[in-house]
């Protein structure tokens, strides 16, 4: 599990300034009350120079601008780590963290309830 998320690391300090992509930034729902809560495993929070790769681990969403991938216990199914990828322009925006922990805490990709 670790070792995935390692490789992904890794794999984004590889990434080049020609897969770079310059995006308006552009607004985010927030995430119903019942998934606006701090994650109960650890969170680790990536700040990604390009979008290029970003978006390939994203399952190559083609305006993705942050997204996360959980790991999870395989006996008990409780979540373990959250690891939140964030592109250029985006890495102090709280708007955008607080929409990643949503997703973090369980809410669907389609952004059912997004406020």
């Given at each position: 599990?670790?070792?995935h998320i390692l490789t992904i690391l890794a794999l984004c300090c590889a990434a080049t300034a020609a897969n770079?992509?310059?995006a308006a930034l552009k607004p985010v729902?927030?995430?119903p009350a019942?998934?606006?809560h701090p994650y109960t495993g650890?969170?680790?929070v990536t700040k990604w120079s390009?979008?290029?790769l970003l978006r390939t681990v994203c399952k190559d969403q083609p305006?993705?601008?942050a997204c996360t991938l959980r790991t999870y216990n395989s006996a008990t199914g409780a979540p373990l780590t959250c690891l939140v990828m964030i592109g250029p322009g985006y890495h102090d925006n709280e708007r955008v963290l607080k929409h990643e922990m949503g997703h973090c805490n369980g809410w669907s990709e389609k952004h059912e309830g997004g406020r």
């Open positions: 599990m670790m070792k770079a992509q310059n729902p927030l995430p019942e998934f606006d650890q969170v680790i390009t979008f290029g305006t993705a601008i």
